[in-house]
């Protein structure tokens, strides 16, 4: 028989991936339908081999030290920002997260809010709920033609590269910034032109972010880069919140040194840079990337398995990071 390790879910997931959890381990879901306190989540941590992580749970050298068998940390979410890595590797933790399986839910949700922020849809939602539209005219809520304009792509990983089927769609020219270059030979077969970050910034009209929060990138966009931005170009952001300055980009939206942001990740989630919420330019998700009903079950089968695979010799491979 096999020993059934003790593994803490930070909160419910979908029914699957705990299920699949529940057949191997002893497992203790955190909290049904909220984040964990800080307290909670070191108590519950206590003698546990594994833990199955939200993206809100910080995973420093508190939590480890609190859980000193832990084996794993399977993050859920493609993003691991919120784990120290370096603590986890040292101690011999190996850490996994979810990718492939939400790349088209987050390129899909860069994409409405691209097209929201350009075609004003959530401007024009809120003008019409209040009553003020007031008859079709040829000069009103006009927006920016998407079609044939300018996508500058931040990043070229998974999610990255998804937003080039979308893009060729809309007759769209693309540019990529990325630490590594594609060989010319993949630029051309994928119908990308790479641009150092600066010349992507002042050449796009629509600048996508898609790379991982680091200590490199964080404020990869503040006062400068956007005063290097087209004044009639949009941010779109589906990364991480610090990789933007929100309070610069807050200045740069109310002062028209750019045309719009479309926003689904913040520096200090789920709060928001006071100012931003009374903006017509900006749209405002609330961390959605991934969340539709198919991928959130996805991940919690990817995160489940990564559990297994790293406590269970033979278990498969997981999606280890470090
Ligand atoms: C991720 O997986 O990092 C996303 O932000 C979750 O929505």
């Known amino acids: 028989m096999r020993n059934r390790p003790k593994v803490?879910?930070?909160?419910?997931?979908?029914?699957?991936?705990?299920?699949?959890?529940?057949?191997?381990?002893?497992?203790?879901?955190?909290?049904?339908?909220?984040?964990?306190?800080?307290?909670?989540?070191?108590?519950?941590?206590?003698?546990?081999?594994?833990?199955?992580?939200?993206?809100?749970?910080?995973?420093?050298?508190?939590?480890?030290?609190?859980?000193?068998?832990?084996?794993?940390?399977?993050?859920?979410?493609?993003?691991?920002?919120?784990?120290?890595?370096?603590?986890?590797?040292?101690?011999?933790?190996?850490?996994?997260?979810?990718?492939?399986?939400?790349?088209?839910?987050?390129?899909?949700?860069?994409?409405?809010?691209?097209?929201?922020?350009?075609?004003?849809?959530?401007?024009?939602?809120?003008?019409?709920?209040?009553?003020?539209?007031?008859e079709w005219a040829p000069m009103f809520h006009l927006g920016k033609e998407v079609t044939g304009s300018v996508l500058g792509i931040v990043g070229f990983g998974r999610i990255g590269r998804a937003m080039v089927k979308r893009a060729l769609g809309f007759d769209m020219e693309i540019v990529y910034f990325s630490r590594t270059r594609l060989s010319p030979a993949e630029e051309q077969r994928l119908g990308v032109r790479y641009l150092s970050f600066t010349d992507l910034l002042q050449h796009a009209d629509f600048v996508s972010l898609h790379a991982p929060y680091t200590k490199e990138t964080h404020h990869l966009i503040g006062a400068d880069e956007l005063s290097r931005m087209k004044a009639t170009a949009y941010l779109i952001n589906t990364s991480r919140g610090g990789l933007i300055d929100e309070k610069a980009l807050l200045t740069a939206l109310r002062e028209g040194k750019i045309a719009g942001a479309g926003l689904d990740v913040y520096e200090m989630e789920p709060q928001l840079t006071p100012g931003l919420e009374k903006l017509e330019n900006v749209v405002l998700a609330p961390h959605l990337g991934s969340a539709t009903r198919e991928t959130r079950e996805l991940m919690a089968w990817r995160a489940a398995k990564n559990v297994l695979a790293e406590l269970f010799d033979d278990m498969g491979q997981s999606n280890r990071v470090n």
Do not use: H
């Open 8 to 134: 803490l879910v930070s909160r419910k997931i979908p029914f699957k991936g705990l299920s699949l959890l529940r057949e191997y381990c002893e497992v203790t879901v955190g909290a049904e339908d909220r984040m964990l306190t800080r307290k909670e989540l070191l108590k519950l941590i206590e003698g546990k081999d594994g833990v199955l992580s939200m993206l809100t749970d910080q995973m420093d050298k508190e939590v480890m030290d609190a859980a000193p068998d832990l084996k794993v940390i399977s993050n859920y979410a493609v993003g691991y920002d919120n784990i120290d890595i370096t603590e986890a590797t040292r101690r011999g933790i190996s850490v996994t997260n979810t990718p492939d399986v939400l790349t088209d839910a987050t390129a899909d949700l860069a994409w409405a809010l691209l097209m929201d922020v350009a075609r004003r849809v959530t401007e024009g939602d809120r003008l019409n709920r209040k009553g003020k539209w007031k």
